[in-house]
């Protein structure tokens, strides 16, 4: 037999060696787990989703109580975590821009500052900084009788209680007017820019942008009828009833998961706007413009390229993270993951849909990133 | 060319140029000091009065606290219960054992970090020697009063999760880097499935599975140590991390490097062993101190799993104490401050070493 044969069977027989041990292993703990499943009377399956949860949700975007199904409360608390997420990602990037761009301030003292928050944030340990921010929130702050009160709003150990306009028509139609003029923003920009791209002459692009955002939303609000009844927190008894509970648990996770990333996203954009090449920005300095234009039409859009893949992966981290809601009592879906297991006993398929959504969350979202990647990459010639 | 005239300029002078030139180049630099230093000021005057003026030092009672109403910290708190954050509940007697075995893990750690150290040989024999040592110090047994591992607890259990987590995965992430290079399909196929599996999923949920759902994989009646199995969990969860770092350095390596190997006659094994490894490796050590960082912090998950580590143990003694528990903050800052020292050394060693080991490589 020739030398390339040789490796080639030894190729194989790596390979077969491999399958067979995972097989070994697998058809091992599945034996077990069969015998296991037995003698505790566990039936494996998904049909303990449609029996009655049994238990209270504190927080809910959908209609819940306990008569509701175990699927229901999955389905709940998996809106939790993508709200809560959602929310912090947009906070933490807010956020951790502007401490970025603070990081490389020409003011010293600013500097200084921004580099602090960052090495003292990333240095301690996520959930441990969720503990602090949890128990300061219902600890320190008052309790409901002796709320603080900031106008119409009550800070308390309850958390924060707004008002909150009553469920009407109108406002459904005010965000709709939101959104159109959300995508009116877009239109209009993108044919200013065409039109600067051909006539050389800039126009005004931001005036009408802001006209209707102010227009559109009044006037589905107005359209549908104009209400204005809102719902008002008042004290009853130890807590307040009416209007709109953002709770100490809501509030503790969304603070500490957007100050933690967004430490890491201040290092991110930190790294992305150094690596914009120097001759770039004394061209824009050639060419007049202030520090503010520089940054933002010369020095982030390419920045954004460097930026983008890492503040994926931190993105991806921020929702991985807020799993760490069960540590303070957030009803995410792991909290209520594990509510259910320890209910049902079906902790196989507890724990394996709870890693398939994460799974699905990782790859929806770098899958997202990579488009808009492929967007803002560099066009060569 | 005459040499420039030096300019010679007064300390004074020249701080009120860096002043100018740092703090107050124009207007709007000028305002951002002042809101700055105003915002500084204010902020650092509370915290010196909470922190130091009215505060309670030294093993006061808590009436001495409460009678401060929230005035000044309470680091009596920690005064008082600094042995039992650091090792819960290890019997106090025999605590200097675990203090000993911290020490001695410090000590390891900074020895690794030391160049002269780099070889596997003595790696594996600093630790492993290091390692008996410790469980000895931990265990008893030899003349020492044996300690049940359910009296372990505290800092030795968050160092043991973090070192272990890390040296145990190392061999397992090369592994599972080699494999998602390999050009057999189907070994490539399972490290690919098996590293991004684990890095779709939080740790939490690895945690769940290890402290849950293990034990119905085992024949009946066999059963592992509830802090074995965290361990475990945590080796697995960490190789797939150190497994992406690896292919990093592995993807840096130049295809003639390779080639050579394959001129010299030399199979795959021990191309990857004495070419491809030792240079890849090396060039990733920074990124995989960064990754010991991220592991350090992620132990303290293992409080979920109700495992007894550091965290658990300052949250047991001052949470869960009916009369201290209004002090947590002054606990938790105790807490931070331990857990930043170690991370903040860790990524200043990482930021050292990049910088060392780029200059030596121009050189």
Redesign the interface.
């Given at each position: 037999m020739n030398m390339q044969a040789t490796e080639r069977l030894r190729?194989v027989l790596?390979?077969v060696a491999?399958?067979g041990a995972?097989g070994l292993v697998a058809g091992y703990?599945a034996f077990?787990?069969i015998?296991?499943?037995e003698?505790r009377s566990i039936r494996i399956g998904f049909s303990y989703l449609t029996r009655e949860a049994g238990f209270e949700i504190s927080e809910k975007l959908l209609e819940y109580d306990a008569t509701y199904t175990y699927g229901r409360a999955f389905v709940v608390g998996l809106l939790n975590t993508l709200f809560v997420s959602a929310v912090a990602i947009v906070a933490a990037s807010v956020l951790g821009l502007s401490v970025g761009i603070a990081r490389l301030?020409?003011?010293?003292?600013?500097r200084q500052?921004a580099s602090v928050f960052v090495?003292?944030v990333?240095?301690?340990?996520?959930?441990?900084?969720l503990?602090?921010w949890y128990?300061?929130v219902t600890?320190?702050f008052p309790p409901a009788e002796r709320a603080l009160q900031l106008g119409p709003m009550f800070l308390s150990q309850r958390g924060l209680s707004l008002p909150w306009p009553e469920a009407h028509a109108g406002w459904p139609a005010a965000l709709l007017g939101l959104v159109a003029a959300f995508v009116f923003w877009l239109i209009w920009s993108r044919r200013t820019q065409r039109l600067r791209a051909q006539t050389g002459r800039a126009s005004a692009a931001w005036w009408p942008s802001l006209v209707a955002f102010v227009v559109l939303p009044m006037a589905g609000w107005a359209f549908m009828g104009a209400p204005t009844a809102f719902s008002m927190p008042e004290l009853g008894g130890f807590d307040f009833e009416g209007g709109k509970n953002i709770s100490p648990e809501f509030t503790a996770l969304f603070v500490g998961l957007s100050i933690y990333t967004a430490a890491f996203i201040a290092e991110i954009v930190r790294g992305g706007i150094v690596a914009v090449p120097k001759g770039q920005i004394e061209a824009a300095q050639a060419l007049n413009l202030t520090r503010a234009q520089r940054l933002r039409l010369v020095i982030l859009p390419q920045a954004l390229r460097v930026i983008i893949p890492p503040l994926t992966s931190q993105y991806l981290n921020l929702t991985?993270?807020s799993?760490?809601a069960?540590?303070i009592g957030y009803p995410d879906l792991?909290s209520i993951s594990?509510t259910t297991?320890n209910q049902t006993g079906q902790?196989?398929e507890a724990?394996a849909l709870?890693?398939a959504v994460?799974?699905t969350l990782?790859?929806a979202i770098s899958g997202l990133m990579n488009w808009y990647n492929a967007r803002v990459k560099l066009v060569e010639r | 060319m005459p040499a420039p005239p030096r300019i010679h300029r007064s300390p004074v002078h020249r701080s009120v140029l860096w002043l100018r030139a740092n703090l107050f180049s124009s207007p709007g630099n000028t305002i951002t000091t002042l809101v700055v230093l105003g915002l500084l000021a204010w902020l650092g005057t509370r915290f010196f009065e909470w922190a130091v003026v009215n505060a309670s030092f030294g093993k006061a009672s808590v009436a001495t606290c409460n009678a401060l109403a929230g005035h000044g910290a309470c680091w009596s708190v920690v005064a008082n219960k600094w042995r039992q954050m650091l090792f819960g509940i290890y019997p106090q007697a025999e605590q200097w054992r675990p203090a000993l075995a911290v020490i001695l893990f410090c000590l390891m750690l900074v020895a690794s970090a030391t160049r002269s150290m780099w070889h596997a040989r003595r790696l594996i024999a600093l630790w492993g020697l290091g390692t008996l040592v410790c469980t000895w110090l931990m265990a008893g047994g030899l003349g020492l009063t044996p300690v049940p591992t359910a009296l372990w607890g505290g800092l030795p259990i968050t160092l043991m999760l973090a070192v272990f987590g890390t040296l145990l995965a190392f061999p397992l992430g090369v592994l599972l880097a080699l494999g998602r290079r390999s050009q057999l399909p189907i070994v490539r196929a399972v490290s690919i499935v098996y590293i991004e599996l684990i890095r779709g999923v939080p740790l939490i949920t690895v945690l769940f599975m290890a402290s849950i759902m293990f034990a119905l994989f085992l024949p009946e009646g066999v059963s592992f140590d509830k802090l074995l199995r965290a361990q475990i969990a945590i080796i697995l969860f960490n190789a797939a991390y150190i497994a992406e770092v690896v292919r990093g350095g592995l993807q840096a390596m130049p295809k003639g490097q390779y080639e050579a190997a394959h001129a010299l006659g030399l199979g795959y094994w021990r191309t990857q062993q004495l070419v491809i490894l030792p240079q890849a490796l090396r060039i990733t050590i920074p990124a995989q101190v960064n990754s010991f960082i991220d592991n350090f912090k992620d132990t303290s998950l293992v409080i979920i799993v109700s495992i007894f580590d550091f965290l658990y143990a300052v949250k047991q003694s001052v949470v869960s104490d009916l009369e201290w528990r209004h002090y947590f903050v002054e606990g938790y800052l105790f807490a931070m401050s331990i857990y930043w020292i170690f991370c903040f050394a860790m990524s200043r060693y990482s930021l050292w070493l990049e910088s060392h080991l780029n200059r030596e490589h121009r050189t």
């Open positions: 190729n790596y390979q491999l399958v995972i703990a077990n787990l015998h296991n499943l003698s301030s020409p003011n010293w003292l600013l500052m090495e003292s990333r240095n301690v340990p996520l959930i441990l900084q503990l602090m128990g300061m600890e320190l991985k993270n799993s760490l069960v540590a792991v594990n297991l902790a196989i724990i709870m890693m994460y799974l990782s790859l | -």
